[in-house]
């Protein structure tokens, strides 16, 4: 992690106790608690995306076929359609921020639960927490990233952080966070 | 790979004198729309669209709680935006009622802020609180609705910073104007801020309402006032790698005073900080919006806390602003 001296200064004075990312607004999730949310955990790679309108014409919904390569949590069929807010239809483009959609050929790690819909989709825990993109060091080391700072030690009941660490990641130690997770 | 960079040019911008320089970038950072490989339109309400129409399903969720009603709250969220200095930006309640529960409800034209609504698949365990959904066609903003979480997990909103408490022991409250006043900024377009006291930072604490130097940048540029009560002026430049002179992308360059003078005095509710922006792939840069003062220009990688995935421009979205990676393989300068 890089971090100039300028800004940690001011990220130590600046930040108060109590954190809220406002992305989208959304309380930073532990990955502990990202699994505890929800129903199933991969590891795979984006396929095919797609966009369409809800059926109540409210909503932009963007589709992505995504292959499964290993299941950390639940029971994943080898093919999954994960479902985001916004996209483009024609000349309609609807924007969530914060969101950020997968792309074809874009290795992840998904945490996902059913839509509400039921519609056989699932869609991502925490809009954009629950998405941690896979790229690799410059050591050849598999990392992940979901974007968010790691406060894993932020305290709910206190709004206390005692840590921040960045957001990346190596991919191993996400797995076996994971896994113990969801043993419990 | 670390790297020493660049070149940099600063127009320091002097009292009451206007600095007109035509640069791509913009202060702040706007959700914007590529329009070249270097140029784009911020994401804007057109001005035929003013005022901007709202409504509100004043349906409370258990999960809120104060004296002062939600209508209430969401006026005072967009009173800090449409009051700022230099802006030309106005909204107006339309009375809503509790049968609302999604945007088809809603008559045309109106945007729909509401507590209940469905279709946005929330879950009361992962941790989102709100979401401000923006439709456009180009860089035209024709619609934005607002939707807040009904069931939060470990929080409830309060209307009242001071005095409301959760009712569950277990929720930590957190100020509802706070999280409205942060979306109303994408509900006019804004991207994230990568200063951290602006509005538009996306890390926020439980209570900060008023606007920074950085969010007045924003929004007065993409709706602007042709009379300024403050004279503002812009700091361009450009960023390039030292050894190689190549272009950096996404830098993020910010003005931060040297001095503690408030040329926002006049707006006491205006909170002074650094005023940034990103370099487009060309590696230039205008920050505009920058009040008369004196400064310290500072270009670092968008790499914590706030990081690419933070904010639109980094994005391979559909469409991408830019369509390539944000750079973050150099260190921290100031000149």
Known sequence: MRVSTPRKILFALLLPAAITALATTVLPMSIESLTGASSHVVEGVSMQTWSQWNPQHTMILTYTKFQVQRTLKGQAPPMLIVKQLGGRVGAVIQKVAGVRHLQPGEQAVLFLRPSDENDGTLVITGLMQGNFSVSIAQNGTLMVSNGMPDVSAYSISTGQITSYQGNRLRLSDLETRVQKAAQQ | ?335
């Open chain 2, 1 to 335: 790979m670390r790297v020493g960079f660049f070149s940099l040019t600063v127009l320091v911008v002097a009292a009451v004198t206007l600095i007109i320089v035509v640069r791509p970038a913009s202060p702040f950072l706007p959700e914007a729309t590529g329009t070249g490989s270097n140029t784009f339109v911020a994401d804007a309400w057109p001005s035929s669209a003013q005022p901007i129409h709202w409504v509100i399903n004043p349906t409370r969720s258990a999960k809120i709680v104060g004296a002062t009603s939600v209508t209430q709250v969401m006026q005072d969220s967009f009173a800090s935006w449409t009051s700022a200095p230099n802006t030309l930006l106005s909204v107006i309640t339309t009375p809503g009622t509790s049968s609302i529960t999604n945007a088809n409800q809603v008559p045309s034209g109106t945007n729909l802020i509401c507590f209940i609504c469905t279709g946005v698949n929330f879950s009361s365990a992962d941790g989102t609180l709100a979401l401000t959904s923006t439709f456009s066609q180009g860089s035209v903003i024709t619609q934005a609705d607002i939707y807040f979480n009904p069931n939060p997990s470990g929080v409830c909103f309060v209307t009242d910073a001071q005095t409301a408490k959760c009712p569950t022991l277990t929720d930590s409250p957190q100020d509802l104007q706070t999280v409205a006043t942060h979306e109303m900024g994408h509900f006019f377009g804004l991207d994230h801020s990568g200063i951290v006291r602006a509005i538009m930072f996306p890390f926020a604490p439980n209570v900060l309402t008023t606007l920074s130097y950085d969010d007045v940048a924003g929004i007065s540029s993409s709706y602007p006032n042709s009379i300024q009560v403050v004279p503002v002026g812009n700091i361009s430049g450009t960023v390039s790698m030292a050894n190689t002179g190549s272009p950096v992308f996404g830098a993020h360059v910010f003005a931060n005073s040297t001095t503690s003078n408030n040329p926002f005095s006049a707006f006491p509710s205006i909170r002074k900080t650094p005023i940034g922006t990103l370099t487009v792939p060309n590696g230039s840069y205008t920050i505009k919006g920058v009040p008369p003062d004196s400064y310290v220009v500072i270009a670092e990688p968008l790499d914590q806390p706030v990081t690419s995935s933070s904010v639109d421009w980094g994005q391979p979205a559909n469409p991408p602003t830019f369509n390539q990676p944000i750079q973050t393989n150099f260190t921290t300068r100031w000149h």
